[in-house]
């Protein structure tokens, strides 16, 4: 455990018991948010886990599930966390006005219209 902790890029070469541990890749995430992309699909549409990756890199929202990707919460944090232009694959969020006019006036341009 102690380390995906220190080194979350370890998840690469854990077993696939490993990368279906609820701890064990809560621990790589905070570490790597990027390692999302290896965690089991069970977990990958666990919503701490989720948020947990999208808080140390927001291009890790593209590793996880759909419902995920239109969650006004954790995309919200992606575009702050990343602060550059995101690709939003939601069409929800796409064509919700009130969203796109909080996420640009909290966060300006790193919001794509």
């Known amino acids: ?15 696939v018991d490993h990368k279906a541990d609820r701890m064990i890749v809560l621990a790589a995430v905070m570490h790597d948010g990027s390692v999302l992309q290896l965690a089991s699909n069970d977990l990958k549409a666990d919503r701490a886990i989720v948020m947990e990756a999208v808080m140390d890199i ?20 992606a575009i702050r966390k990343y602060g550059s232009p ?19 006036g909290k966060y300006g341009p790193a919001v794509p219209c």
Do not use: N
């Not at 927001?58 to 944090?77: C, F, N, W």
């Open 1 to 15: 455990m102690e380390a995906f902790r220190r080194h979350g890029s370890a998840l690469q070469f854990a077993s």
């Open 58 to 77: 927001g291009p890790a929202l593209q590793y996880t599930s759909d419902k995920h990707k239109a969650d006004r919460v954790i995309v919200m944090e």
């Open 86 to 104: 995101l690709q939003i694959e939601s069409a929800e969020l796409k064509a919700d006005r009130l969203f796109a006019l909080s996420a640009i």
